[in-house]
């Protein structure tokens, strides 16, 4: 993990206490590396779950149940100031007995000012907001809110909205 990704994702974890996002519990930083050491969490990435279903569409009554869990955790990060900027299946984890969720890998989060926008380029191809791909000025929110739309468009359908044979093409 790149430095400041890594104290991107410390000093937003340090400030989070909600069940659905995985919590810090202990830093060890040497003079190599940072570890960061998080819930233990028994289960697959939501990228997975949807692998292991029929046509990778998940039930109607299960993509709710799941996407109200991943809503009220981007929900709780938004009233405290903070945008995820990558979020997606495979930072969705899916734990194995209670088939709850918990939002993970917070390398592009950010802590942001009301009001105050954004400008760095960062995130997952198919699931970035136009303004992101257009490499303007961006409000941080709406742009994990569009990241939302896909996330539960690709729950389903199993298909993303939006295809290209290259990067270039899906932008």
Not at 18 to 24: A, C, N, Q, T, Y
Not at 52 to 71: C, D, G, H, L, Y
Not at 110 to 127: A, D, I, M, R
Request: one cysteine or more.
């Amino acid at each position: 993990m790149k430095k400041k990704a890594a104290q991107r994702e410390i000093t937003v974890l340090k400030r989070l206490e909600h069940p659905g996002i995985i919590s810090l519990h202990d830093l060890i930083d040497t003079q190599k590396q940072i570890y960061i050491v998080t819930d233990y969490i028994k289960g697959i990435s939501l990228q997975q779950y949807s692998k292991s279903v029929p046509n990778r569409v998940i039930r109607e009554n299960t993509a709710r149940r799941i996407f109200k869990q991943v809503v009220e955790g981007v929900s709780y990060l938004h009233a405290n100031n903070i945008v995820h900027r990558d979020l997606k299946l495979d930072n969705i984890l899916v734990e194995e007995t209670t088939r709850m969720v918990k939002l993970i890998d917070f390398g592009f989060s950010v802590v942001v000012c009301p009001g105050q926008n954004l400008k760095v380029f960062c995130g997952t191809p198919s699931y970035m907001a136009p303004e992101i791909v257009r490499k303007h000025e961006y409000d941080g929110k709406p742009v994990d809110i569009w990241a939302l739309g896909v996330l539960l468009f690709v729950l389903l359908t199993g298909t993303f909205p939006f295809r290209g044979v290259s990067e270039q093409d899906l932008y």
